[in-house]
């Protein structure tokens, strides 16, 4: 979990970063970027529904034990360059990039890192409880089709609030 924090504060970091001279020199490229999001959220949710049927595969690499292999995870998320993309698509669908001040950037980080880093923390004391729900076939087309639902309703609210 606090691998996964740093990750997710510098990535979204650099995506504000990235985004607000983007914004400064190419205005149009926000309203571009935003409906990339919308449609972003939109496939994946039609993904997670469509794809709803299959059981969940175990990855043991995720759950190595201890605190270093967990909190080496960040280099993972650091390295990976889909990250980045993911963060400067979507944040421009829920900020206005161009007019950020430094507590609002405070703030989206603290919001980007504290939500993941807190269902971690949780998750991680529940696994076994969510390992036994999530066997239930049932179960997880209940869990995925509620999460493409949400994430299709976050599209559509990027596209219809702005």
Do not use: C, E
């Not at 993972?76 to 698509?89: D, E, G, Q, S, T």
């Amino acid at each position: 979990a606090t691998g996964v924090l740093v990750g997710d504060i510098v990535w979204p970091l650099l995506a504000i970063i990235g985004s607000n001279w983007l914004y400064s020199n190419l205005s149009h490229a926000i309203i571009i970027l935003r409906l990339v999001a919308s449609v972003t959220f939109v496939l994946m949710g039609i993904h997670l529904i469509k794809h709803s049927k299959k059981p969940l595969n175990d990855n043991k690499s995720l759950t190595k034990p201890g605190t270093m292999a967990g909190f080496l995870w960040a280099a993972v998320i650091l390295a990976n360059p889909k990250a980045i993309l993911f963060y400067i698509v979507v944040l421009p669908g829920f900020f206005n990039l161009a007019s950020v001040t430094y507590v609002d950037i405070f703030i989206i980080l603290a919001i980007s890192s504290l939500i993941p880093f807190l269902g971690n923390l949780t998750l991680s004391f529940f696994v076994d409880k969510v390992r036994i729900f999530l066997q239930s076939n049932q179960a997880v087309r209940r869990n995925n089709i509620l999460s493409g639902s949400l994430l299709i309703l976050v599209g559509l609210l990027i596209v219809f609030t702005h």
